[in-house]
């Protein structure tokens, strides 16, 4: 198993402190992440300040800037720099951060987005925009990291035609290559469910204290996996994306719905704890035998 790191929702406006703290251990560990820049941020919602979201469809466009801002332009401009300096990459996540369609775009998981059903020319306009806000920085990215991983073929187009050359986006254990495109998986699992190649997706300012202790205990004992974004040996390890690799895509959506439902519904949530077992024999057993009770409410307000 190999990895790599992705911050998402950088921007002026991300709480500092919380940033620092995630760097601190990324520093410490020696990992060098992928940052996603939202070029130009409308969405209040991931300021670090409003640390309210815990859903990626909730959202508040913001109506100017200035407010809640963290960095000014010039401690931002140089913290960016920094951070390229040190190996870590950036990639260009959205423009404004504010979903205007309700399609789910080629992967399908989440029924909101900034670019998907949108025509092509309005696509290209708006990647465009962020590509040259975020080269006002004097940053020039060829990575793309979508707001909700949400985007569709006009996107892969527009992204293609502005020189962007891989997304950190798949739900396959490999990098593939579509349209001329490497995509980098990002399959969205718990760190105890990596296998393959995969990206560890965190939002620095949704991160609480438990938060980062997980990320530091699992650094502790995989930062020898941990890969940077290296373009080239990605891409030749990538293979063709075709039927198979859109078949396995498929189903890895259909096992994250799963467990999304299964992690929604407390009463089956709570029952698989009550149920768990490390000899899994015992645990199918208990299962069996104590499945009437699922019925019952008994298990909602366990824990
Ligand atoms: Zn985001």
């Given at each position: 198993?190999?990895y790599l790191i992705r911050l998402d929702d950088i921007t002026p406006y991300m709480s500092k402190e919380k940033?620092?703290?995630?760097?601190?251990?990324?520093?410490?560990?020696?990992?060098?992440?992928?940052?996603?820049?939202?070029?130009?941020?409308?969405?209040?919602?991931?300021?670090?300040?409003?640390?309210?979201?815990?859903?990626?469809?909730?959202?508040?466009?913001?109506?100017?800037?200035?407010?809640?801002?963290?960095?000014?332009?010039?401690?931002?401009?140089?913290?960016?720099?920094?951070?390229?300096?040190?190996?870590?990459?950036?990639?260009?996540?959205?423009?404004?951060?504010?979903?205007?369609?309700?399609?789910?775009?080629?992967?399908?998981?989440?029924?909101?987005?900034?670019?998907?059903?949108?025509?092509?020319?309005?696509?290209?306009?708006?990647?465009?925009?962020?590509?040259?806000?975020?080269?006002?920085?004097?940053?020039?990215?060829?990575?793309?990291?979508?707001?909700?991983?949400?985007?569709?073929?006009?996107?892969?187009?527009?992204?293609?035609?502005?020189?962007?050359?891989?997304?950190?986006?798949?739900?396959?254990?490999?990098?593939?290559?579509?349209?001329?495109?490497?995509?980098?998986?990002?399959?969205?699992?718990?760190?105890?469910k990596l296998k393959g190649l995969d990206t560890i997706c965190l939002h620095p300012n949704l991160m609480n204290?438990?938060?980062?202790?997980?990320?530091?205990?699992?650094?502790?004992?995989?930062?020898n996996e941990a890969l940077s974004y290296n373009h080239e040996s990605l891409h030749q390890d990538a293979v063709?994306?075709?039927?198979?690799?859109?078949?396995?895509?498929?189903?890895?959506?259909?096992?994250?719905?799963?467990?999304?439902?299964?992690?929604?519904?407390?009463?089956?949530?709570?029952?698989?704890?009550?149920?768990?077992?490390?000899?899994?024999?015992?645990?199918?057993?208990?299962?069996?035998?104590?499945?009437?009770?699922?019925?019952?409410?008994?298990?909602?307000?366990?824990?």
């Open positions: 198993m190999h940033f620092e703290a995630v760097q601190a251990i990324l520093d410490k560990y020696r990992v060098r992440p992928i940052i996603g820049l939202v070029p130009d941020c409308r969405d209040d919602s991931i300021h670090g300040g409003t640390n309210a979201r815990r859903d990626d469809s909730i959202q508040c466009p913001l109506q100017e800037h200035g407010d809640g801002r963290e960095y000014s332009d010039g401690e931002y401009k140089l913290l960016l720099h920094e951070l390229i300096e040190k190996g870590w990459t950036v990639a260009q996540h959205g423009t404004y951060h504010v979903y205007e369609t309700k399609e789910s775009g080629l992967l399908g998981i989440n029924p909101f987005s900034e670019y998907a059903g949108l025509p092509y020319e309005a696509q290209y306009e708006k990647l465009k925009h962020g590509k040259d806000m975020l080269k006002d920085l004097g940053i020039e990215p060829a990575l793309f990291m979508a707001p909700g991983h949400t985007f569709d073929e006009n996107t892969l187009k527009a992204l293609k035609a502005l020189g962007f050359t891989a997304i950190t986006d798949g739900l396959y254990p490999k990098p593939y290559i579509r349209e001329d495109i490497l995509f980098v998986p990002c399959t969205l699992v718990a760190y105890d204290d438990k938060d980062m202790a997980d990320l530091e205990s699992f650094l502790k004992d995989h930062c063709n994306y075709g039927p198979f690799t859109a078949m396995a895509e498929k189903s890895a959506l259909k096992a994250r719905q799963r467990r999304d439902r299964i992690a929604h519904s407390m009463r089956l949530s709570n029952f698989m704890v009550c149920t768990d077992h490390p000899n899994s024999a015992i645990k199918w057993a208990k299962r069996i035998i104590m499945s009437p009770l699922l019925l019952s409410k008994r298990y909602d307000d366990i824990k």
